[in-house]
């Protein structure tokens, strides 16, 4: 019987604050080279600073070494930084079946500094229960910091949402 690849076996590995997504669903797996039984992996994290990156490298060590990798390496590659674009059409229904708002379009930059704002971020959201637009942010931060949290006010069910990033 031969072995899964490196490749298919990362891409099981689940992001741990959003379970119901892979890490290609995330769109932060960027690469995996097989050398023998050395196995190189790349990840980009959602943004620098990311919690989740020890135990998403953690994870996908763990997983590699129970396919039969004898040596894993992952890397962290900062450059080009992640983009919410980056999540898979897969990715965006899994968020939304597990009744999360779906990040809409990046904000596209001139490659230069990005500028500060404190201030909440207007969004032209829907309700992922009912999908009403009729929305009121509740906090900019959610449970983890790329997401924000919201509450419908025809269902009046809280929500989050993904940010655009």
Do not use: N, Q
């Amino acid at each position: 019987m031969t072995p899964p690849s490196a490749l298919a076996v990362a891409a099981t590995v689940t992001d741990p604050e959003m379970p119901m997504l892979t890490l290609v669903d995330l769109g932060v797996l960027r690469d995996v080279a097989e050398d023998g039984e050395h196995v190189t992996v790349t990840i980009t994290p959602t943004y620098s600073g990311c919690p989740a990156m020890a135990t998403m490298r953690d994870d996908l060590v763990h997983a590699l070494t129970d396919a039969g990798y004898a040596d894993v390496d992952v890397r962290i590659s900062l450059s080009p930084a992640w983009s919410s674009d980056w999540i898979t059409e897969s990715g965006r229904r899994k968020l939304h079946e597990h009744g999360l708002s779906v990040p809409g379009p990046a904000p596209v930059g001139d490659g230069g500094p990005v500028p500060l704002t404190l201030a909440p971020v207007r969004r032209a959201i829907d309700c992922p229960r009912c999908g009403s637009a009729a929305v009121a942010l509740t906090s900019e931060f959610g449970p983890t910091a790329c997401k924000a949290l919201y509450r419908c006010e025809d269902c009046l069910e809280p929500f989050e949402h993904v940010k655009e990033i």
